[in-house]
């Protein structure tokens, strides 16, 4: 053995710093209970400035109390906060930078807050860690962003501290666990404090892994984020849709699937049971899904189409649908759902045979964001499930259908479905030369763009022009070929050749609706099987409740 | 809406036949605590033929109470089992396939077994459905592989059905949550069932999540997988681990990382307090741990380098050290350790810098597999640690120290590090022409090579001859000639030109020893801070308390 023998080291400093900030609180708490009335103060107790924070901040659960109660703190005692958030959604995650709370970023997603935080990352007042994926973000909390304080939201807990987050599940196991078990402090906001555990529906989250449990002055605010009405399906929606279902879902036999919010996939889930049902394809495609339960997939699973659903999160006004469906959805022993945004996300990476989204601009090569000048949005769970993950993987019929070679050491491929019309409403081009993500990662000093999913996981783009085949591309110039084959009249489209259509369509490079034979004449409203939000309720037999914005009766 | 409505249908089978088990076997169990005397009887009563089954097999922890107890049941009442099993690591786990309990087989990694599996598969005696990463397994079970009855162990429960896994939580969440949540059957082993929940020292999975816990004949098996004899660390390990510290670490500013099982890799581990130490490394190198609680690792933790370990398991012997170290490693607020495989592998995957591991056969592109003829491994979470997950990622130094464009779009790379001596014991030249892998895809009729680590993802290769940065290369044959510079004697490395050499190392794509100063002659097992069990236990002021298999005292 050495003889360097190490000075004595105290290896303890996080739970004794925890215990002094806890027994500071002390006199705010009754056991687990934080007096709601004197939240602020209790958090001037608890967090201390430079904490790693994490709050709750979900794409739909957000822990809206206890962000209200942080804006709230004296920025003299409290500040330099590094925040942690999956999801930066509400106009307080932001108030704490302005306030002087808080002065780092690290986040997953921004949908509402995404003009802002651009503003205040040029004026210099936030401080940008990483614009990082789901998973990631969870995976850093384990290594080297360990919070000091984690804030969550729950429907209900027991004054132990167990914790029910039913259907809303979301991020919130692989946030606490992080924090609980490295002596940091976990301070969960409920809707309501039940006296008899038994009163808990069930226990999502135990007790031993919470510190404090406080009433919020209101129910948290959850976005119906999955939500879309199908009156706002066009036939362009539906013209993209039949295409995918005949030029991927049916050629590739497509089983596993995740879709991404849009009225392309939804236009997708609506034509399952009519035009998947005539081309006879029930039961052949479609079967295992992961993402949230649309209100959308209802016909579809009423159709039988469906036998699984693993959710990330919930979404509003199906609570009563879901938990009445347990046979598709996963249901407690008490009746309600529970999602899991950090296992649907590694559902949706290692078991699914397709990913199918959308994207505001994609380059020549295919590589897209949603980060545009002046929009900061970050991209959740997009480029997760957005990419064909290496190294090994289980082969599936889809999947191999991609392989290419005879090479014995050939892999296939989890299908990179992106699913654009080549404008934007507003005539802004969405395949364009370069992204705005490229000048906005400069200017903003970034080591990386800011770039969404990357070209060369992408297997293939469908236009309402067409399909373009990616994964067959021999060469990267024959990959830009294919592409503005099917860019219709954007920049990159024009730079197309004509003259090699014919001999990309022969070799089944691309494919034009009518070589997958779907009729353009076709491609109308009348195919929805559902073409309004009442109708979804009529097929759910009245258990879907959408919320009161999307009522129009 | 369309008019042609669904028929009626039952949404709720599985929660009917659950029920229907449950009662069947109602008079074998108090509440959720069954008879331990008649648990064969009461495994005929909950399964049916034809069930998926998760059985725990894990890396360390076995629920071998149950696996001994599935063996007995009679195969006329329950056969075709289809056992899905993280690690096939106990004979009874195979005995299942030879009784005709179970038919089919999908898992993720077998040590001791793979001998017999293999013949197993030839004998056509077991069917594999896939050979899995262990992320990839539990992603399944919430998609297309949703189990019937999930099988685990832990440490102690209560009469509510309450868990405590403690220190060896290991995969047990992931697989119960699929069950639990989806009307499957979820049964605990347990070494000790207490009577007040007070007596439990924390809750590591919710008793609602729980059906059954029944009480072990004796404590679960636990192997000490990582646990590695300084004693049997050679001077070539050590001559490579300097290498690895000084060409591999040092240079590319390694923060964060994981460590594989292997002489090599614990080597590593003994150097830092020396070597590493000498070269003013501390705190610049090596601060974030993802691995189990390694005993070699002690050393580096007792002089103050690593500031955390998050663990995919527990390590035998470990358990009161780890629980002394709660600055370092996660341990919840009872005072012992919490592990967790997914969130370690996704910890490994996503928000570390380096994987460096080791292999049985590597070929010329650098493709690696611990197949060989006639054993059936599998490959554990190495797929997955030891890839450079695509999509999008933060950026780290090292990350970063990777890209070799100035693309706007460039992405750095996780180094994926393998290293190896370009002979096994035997003198089975490790590096060679085609792996055995490819012949034993072809023969056993899988669409799939089980390669486990692809060439493309491994940025360096480590033998005792040099060092090749991969990720340098220009072309595959660049790729393969760099590789062939540090192959040795080897097939590969005899077609290797000496003339390129210098080239090569002029230009840094391959480095000898001398090139990083690392002198051969300095590689001796003095460098080693332990040299033994023995010595292991003195730096750990006696807490840490090594298997009797381990002890020479």
């Keep these: 053995m050495e003889s360097n023998t190490p000075a004595p080291r105290q290896w303890d400093t996080r739970r004794r710093d925890k215990a002094r900030r806890m027994a500071a609180a002390s006199h705010l708490a009754d056991g687990p209970v934080l007096d709601s009335e004197r939240i602020v103060e209790a958090l001037q107790l608890l967090l201390a400035s430079g904490d790693r924070v994490v709050l709750e901040g979900n794409n739909q659960k957000q822990a809206d109390f206890l962000a209200r109660a942080l804006v709230q703190v004296d920025p003299d005692r409290v500040n330099h906060l590094h925040m942690i958030m999956p999801s930066v959604s509400l106009p307080e995650h932001l108030d704490l930078f302005e306030r002087g709370v808080a002065s780092k970023l690290d986040f997953a997603y921004a949908g509402a807050q995404s003009l802002r935080i651009s503003q205040f990352l040029q004026e210099g007042q936030l401080q940008v860690g990483a614009l990082h994926t789901y998973i990631e973000l969870y995976a850093r909390l384990y290594v080297d962003l360990t919070p000091n304080v984690v804030m969550v939201a729950g429907y209900k807990a027991d004054r132990q501290g167990n914790l029910y987050t039913g259907p809303s599940t979301e991020d919130t196991p692989a946030l606490v666990e992080a924090a609980a078990f490295r002596d940091g402090i976990v301070i969960a906001q409920v809707n309501e404090i039940v006296d008899d555990p038994k009163d808990l529906p069930r226990v999502d989250i135990p007790g031993a892994w919470i510190d404090y449990v406080v009433r919020s002055d209101k ?16 036939p362009v929606h539906i013209l993209m849709a039949m295409m995918a279902i005949r030029g991927v879902y049916e050629r590739h036999q497509v089983q596993s699937l995740n879709h991404g919010i849009g009225f392309n996939t939804a236009a997708i889930e609506l034509l399952l049971p009519t035009y998947g049902e005539r081309l006879g394809l029930k039961g052949k495609i479609c079967r ?11 016909p579809a699973i009423e159709s039988g189409w469906v036998d699984s659903v693993h959710c990330f999160g919930a979404e509003l006004g199906m609570e009563r649908y879901t938990a009445a469906r347990p ?16 296992l649907c996300q590694l559902a949706g990476q290692y078991a699914v045979d397709l990913f199918i989204g959308s994207t505001l601009q994609m380059d020549g090569l295919g590589n897209s964001s949603t980060v545009t000048h002046g929009r900061l949005t970050g991209f959740g769970g997009a480029p997760n499930m957005g990419h064909d993950p290496h190294g090994r993987r289980h082969p599936t019929p889809a999947w191999l259908d991609l392989v290419q070679t005879d090479d014995p050491l050939a892999r296939g491929k989890k299908l990179v479905v992106q699913m654009v019309e080549t404008f934007q409403d507003g005539s802004q081009p969405t395949i364009v030369e370069s992204l705005d993500a490229v000048d ?26 067409g399909i373009a085949y990616l994964y067959k591309a021999q060469s990267l110039e024959e990959r830009k070929a294919m592409l503005a084959a099917v860019a219709g009249v954007t920049p990159i489209g024009l730079r197309h050749d004509p003259a090699q259509t014919a001999r990309m369509r022969a070799q089944g490079l691309i494919a034009l609706p009518e070589d ?11 195919l929805l099987a559902a073409k309004s939000i009442a109708e979804l309720v009529d097929w759910s037999g009245g258990l879907y409740e959408p919320p009161a914005k999307f009522r129009s009766w």
Excluded: Q
């Excluded at 295992?288 to 209802?298: K, R, S």
């Excluded at 997958?516 to 009348?526: E, F, N, P, Y």
């Design 219 to 234: 129910p948290f605010y959850i976005e119906p984020l999955f939500t879309r009405d199908p009156r706002l399906i066009k």
């Design 327 to 342: 046979d598709v959805f996963f249901i407690g022993r008490d009746g309600s759902m529970r999602s899991n945004r950090a």
């Design 440 to 465: 906005v990662g400069k200017a903003s000093g970034m080591p990386l763009a800011p770039v969404m999913i990357y070209g060369d996981d992408v297997t293939h783009v469908l236009t309402e022009e």
């Design 288 to 298: 295992n899904w992961t993402l949230n339960p649309h209100p959308t997939l209802i």
């Design 516 to 526: 997958i034979g779907v009729r353009r004449a076709d491609a109308t409203r009348s």
